[in-house]
DNA sequence: CTGCCATTTTACCGGC
DNA sequence: GCCGGTAAAATGGCAG
């Protein structure tokens, strides 16, 4: 009996393919991404600002969410909180 | 402040903005790869192997080669015997 | 407000101090453990193999074994052979 | 030629042991952290909370440290933007 | 080539 | 007891 008898190796090679194509284009991203910041750096800009700037912007955005998410989480607390004491 | 300085942040602005259009991009397929997983996870494949086998293919031979080697050694000196199965 | 929730406030409060002195606690032995790990490493021993073999001598050796019979089984089953070492 | 002879295991075992020992030293604690956070379930609170509570706390900390870092770097480019314009 | 930062992987925790 | 998501750790990549 094949070791191979256990799984499809058909398949499973699918789905590996299917995913090293994806990282692929994303590496292909990525390089495009690196180009931009080289451009901007040739243009006289500091990368590493930029990559602040960047990194800030993203986790106000983030902040924003995870207010609404604490928002959401103490509403349904409130009721806890409720029926605890009522209890 | 200067039209210079105005200039230089509408530019900045579009480098800014550019890198993170991409990173949404890079984003989008990044979760893609994550669907990609979760059907093989689905089909009954074990998605941490998946991800070794991929990391493997991406290594070079020699690298790989090497790396095994090394790992025997260590586990060697320190007396791990890991089980072999008789093929 | 209630005396019921001031209550309630100083008793959370307790847990979570509590909470946060321990993962201070936490955080200086992990310090501890990246010391020692630097230290191998310069004594020129490989720091990403050692992590893999604590990893290793952590999992029960069943499950080991179980975990490398599935990679052979993948690696096979895409016609990936990684050259062994004549001993 | 023994496959260990290239490394020296008493010191690697040393520093596998010294490592896995630091590790349980963690484990206990976290062991503790696990056995508050139950002890305030068990007072009616709310885990999910107190989660996020000491999250929140901890990124503030981080924010200051965050803010003092751009700073930083803002105070440096301007000495960079400066030469820039008026080169 | 070294240190830093982002990504990726692993381990944990709570819910079903 | 798995499973899904979330936080911690580790690896890899990039800039300097």
Redesign the pocket.
Known sequence: MSITSSVSGAELRQFIEKVENL?VE?AEI?DHI?DV??EA?ARGF???IM?QVI?MRKMKQEDLVEQQELLDIYTHALGMVVEEEAA
Do not use: G, H, I, L
Request: hydrophobic share 15%.
């Open positions: 990282e994303k990525q690196k910041m080289a750096k500091d990368t590493k990559r990194r």
